[in-house]
């Protein structure tokens, strides 16, 4: 291609005096398209992507409350963002998921109705909808939970803005406002989404042996401490370095954060129970 050719802006016809379009910002030099230069591109956007992302998870497994450190005080070129690293969590949960035995945030029609505090309102509502569209128990079982699965994969954000609301009257005396406490609360679900799924999948034999020997119920009750336990933990921590508050004073706060931690599933398996029953 002759000089003449690039002399103009192929965007928008302006005369080219720099690397970059005065008028419209467009690249002055044309694209290269051979194999060699879209490799680099590739390699360099992979090795760019990867770091990002290896430090974030590093920062998030190894390090309780940095990322949401970095991200109030401005350092955030470094790390995914609070949304962002939420919804990766996200999907690594549901594909490892179905590795699992244990479903947390699906909820089946048989645990609405047998195993919440509302499964009499449940299974009223679950009868009639099944007299009211003629189908049979095992039809709508099916369709209900196969919904509920669908659901849970986009619902589960809801946790998150409840969840700010406790750290928020919590930690209220720090002086931030709530929009802080939501990215505190986003990387905190981050980690536990993913440590939910890593700690089902590790337990998968053991529950799967604790029920063929009818220990169901001693090995749900193993599960939640397994889960629980941890994740407090990782809360406090969090919460320290967070909010920069004394040890004892963070140790009882952690303590009623994570007490709302489990009311907050709760209201999600609720709300979950409602959206499901309404779509299905």
């Not at 928008?12 to 051979?34: I, V």
């Not at 390090?63 to 070129?77: D, E, K, M, T």
């Not at 489990?262 to 979950?272: E, G, H, K, P």
Request: with cysteine; aromatic share 14%; proline share 4%.
């Amino acid at each position: 291609m002759g000089v003449g050719s690039e002399s103009r802006c192929i965007e928008c016809g302006a005369a080219l005096t720099g690397p970059f379009c005065s008028q419209c910002g467009e690249a002055a030099r044309h694209h290269d398209y051979s194999l060699r230069h879209a490799a680099e591109e590739i390699v360099e956007t992979l090795f760019h992507v990867d770091g990002r992302v290896l430090s974030t998870f590093r920062a998030l497994i190894g390090a309780p409350g940095q990322l949401a450190s970095n991200f109030l005080a401005g350092r955030r070129r470094q790390q995914m963002g609070p949304v962002q690293l939420f919804l990766v969590c996200n999907l690594l949960y549901f594909l490892i998921q179905p590795f699992t035995i244990a479903a947390p945030f699906t909820s089946t029609l048989g645990m609405q109705t047998t195993a919440r505090p509302w499964s009499a309102m449940a299974r009223r509502l679950a009868d009639a909808r099944i007299a009211q569209r003629h189908l049979t128990p095992d039809a709508y079982v099916d369709r209900f939970n196969e919904t509920a699965h669908l659901q849970g994969k986009t619902l589960v954000v809801l946790m998150v803005p409840i969840f700010a609301v406790g750290a928020w009257a919590l930690f209220g005396r720090t002086r931030r406002f709530y929009a802080e406490h939501l990215v505190f609360a986003f990387y905190l679900y981050a980690f536990m989404i993913l440590w939910m799924g890593v700690s089902t999948l590790v337990a998968r034999w053991p529950l799967i042996m604790a029920l063929q020997h009818g220990q169901g119920d001693l090995a749900d009750n193993a599960l939640s401490i397994f889960v629980a336990v941890p994740f407090a933990v990782y809360l406090f921590f969090a919460a320290l370095r967070t909010y920069g508050e004394s040890v004892p004073r963070t140790l009882l706060k952690a303590a009623a954060l994570t007490g709302w931690a489990l009311a907050v599933l709760t209201i999600y398996r609720f709300i979950l129970f409602f959206t499901t029953f309404l779509a299905a």
